[in-house]
């Protein structure tokens, strides 16, 4: 039962356009968003957050918004970059006693010049 | 801030040998995570540690593996008799764990490869 969804495996978007990385999720319970980006070989990397109180936040060229009653997230990257090129994982937390974070399966952005 | 570091980063290892990995977390953490992930697939949660204290086991962790923090600062995982199915990335992750900052940052991995 995959709690975190991340539906599309790949995405390509001209450089200087908008990404927009998609995460449905089927918990209410969970509390705080997190979105991740991963080169090959590497750990994830944090990007930016969230928590169930907001539905929005910025930081530089990326910003989540949080869509709670469809249990929906999405990153928006804007303007993109070829060095954004990356998979991108989006991941939940439950802060009510259980502290791991559940992960969706990645989204493959590729940005071309 | 040196961040998360994990050794090695690579291990080859055959069927039935035991193999140990490390973790040094960000030295302000005192919450320490360990993952697994195969290709294709998010990281999964497989165990976590606040300070010395190992406070939760995923069913993923088999008798195999076992997890120590012994003075609440590095980590290591350790994976008895190791099977095939046991090749993945371990990455190891810390985190403050407050309300106001529980996001985890994660080391580079270890890429295990068993033959």
């Known amino acids: 039962d995959q709690q975190v969804k991340q539906n599309s495996p790949s995405l390509s978007v001209q450089e200087g356009r908008i990404s927009i990385l998609n995460c449905d999720y089927t918990n209410s319970m969970f509390d705080y968003f997190l979105w991740y980006k991963k080169y090959p070989a590497e750990g994830p990397t944090f990007l930016i957050s969230i928590s169930s109180i907001k539905d929005k936040n910025e930081d530089g060229r990326f910003t989540v918004f949080l869509n709670k009653s469809a249990k929906h997230l999405s990153l928006h990257i804007v303007p993109s970059q070829p060095g954004d090129s990356a998979v991108y994982f989006c991941?939940?937390?439950?802060?009510?006693?259980?502290?791991?974070?559940?992960f969706g399966t990645g989204t493959r952005l590729t940005i071309i010049p | 801030d040196t961040g998360v570091s994990q050794d090695p980063r690579h291990k080859i290892t055959k069927r039935g040998q035991n193999v140990t990995f490390r973790c040094d977390p960000i030295s302000e953490h005192n919450r320490l995570y360990w993952y697994r992930q195969t290709l294709g697939q998010g990281p999964e949660f497989l165990t976590y540690?606040?300070?010395?204290?190992?406070?939760?086991k995923s069913r993923l962790l088999s008798d195999r593996f076992s997890a120590e923090r012994p003075k609440g600062s590095f980590s290591t995982l350790e994976i008895q008799r190791t099977e095939q199915g046991d090749s993945a990335m371990y990455l190891c992750?810390?985190?403050?764990?407050?309300?106001?900052?529980?996001?985890?940052?994660f080391g580079p991995g270890t890429r295990l490869t068993v033959t």
């Open positions: 991941a939940v937390l439950s802060n009510f006693g259980n502290e791991k974070l559940t």
């Open positions: 992750a810390s985190s403050r764990g407050t309300p106001s900052s529980p996001e985890q940052y």
């Open positions: 540690f606040q300070n010395e204290a190992q406070l939760e």
